[in-house]
């Protein structure tokens, strides 16, 4: 069996269990954020979760990258997997992939290209948005001079800036916070650009065929 080919085993095994791994990562942290008791013991068990989903993930992409065989190459052209390694917050976005996945074993039909753009843009903004939240939330929540000092005001700022508003009633003031707005503000533009083009390139295509179907007496030259 070639390497591709164990690589792709692995992963088709793994793709469910690490995509509910991420939500059990993202619920853990909203618990840990969003507690009203810091000293509560229940924290130690949201830690230990943390660490244990991220323990998953650095295992992972260690196998995968042993099974590569790829060596050194194989950081330069997974640089995503990375980056979703270093930044955990990223992870619940897996879940974009685990749905298609899920799709595919029950044998269901997919959606056409343009639908599963729209859809799965709509999955990446909710999970990306509240994710953002938690951790603009938790870095300024409590910082001198910081505007966001609710869950609710991190949330309205998020989808803000998101949908690329910016309506400058709150805005991060912590360099953490500054940081976190601008993946937002790029993740933001390029999830508007995915759905205006795939929507547009829908209609694009819609025309066509109605211009096709359309009877040569009703051309608009007849």
């Known amino acids: 069996m070639d390497d591709d080919s ?5 992963e088709r095994h793994t793709e469910i269990p690490l ?4 939500l059990l990562f ?3 942290y909203a618990v840990r954020v969003l507690a009203l008791d810091p000293s509560d013991a229940g924290q130690d068990l949201c830690l230990a979760v943390l660490l244990g989903t991220w323990a998953l993930f650095v295992l992972d992409y260690a196998v995968r990258w042993r099974l ?7 950081v330069l052209t997974h640089w ?3 980056l979703v390694m270093v930044l955990p917050l990223l992870r619940p976005l897996r879940m974009v992939k685990v749905h298609d996945v899920v799709l595919r074993r029950r044998g269901r039909p997919r959606l056409a290209l343009h ?18 939240a938690l951790a603009v939330y938790q870095q300024e929540h409590s910082a001198p001079g910081a505007t966001i000092r609710t869950f609710g005001d991190a949330v309205w700022w998020t989808c803000e800036t998101l949908a690329t508003v910016g ?3 709150f805005s991060p003031v912590t360099p953490v916070g500054r940081l976190i707005a601008v993946g937002l503000m790029a993740c933001g533009l390029a999830l508007l650009g995915a759905v205006t083009g795939s929507f547009a390139s829908w209609l694009v295509q819609v025309f066509s065929r109605e211009g096709d179907e359309r009877p040569p007496g009703n051309s608009p030259g007849a």
């Open 6 to 10: 164990r690589t792709e085993r692995w």
């Open 19 to 22: 995509g509910v791994a991420s």
């Open 26 to 28: 993202l619920a853990a």
């Open 68 to 74: 590569s065989g790829e060596g050194p190459r194989f």
């Open 80 to 82: 995503l997997d990375i």
């Open 115 to 132: 639908a599963r753009v729209i859809v799965y843009t709509g999955l990446s903004v909710t999970l990306l948005g509240f994710a953002g």
């Open 167 to 169: 309506y400058g009633d």
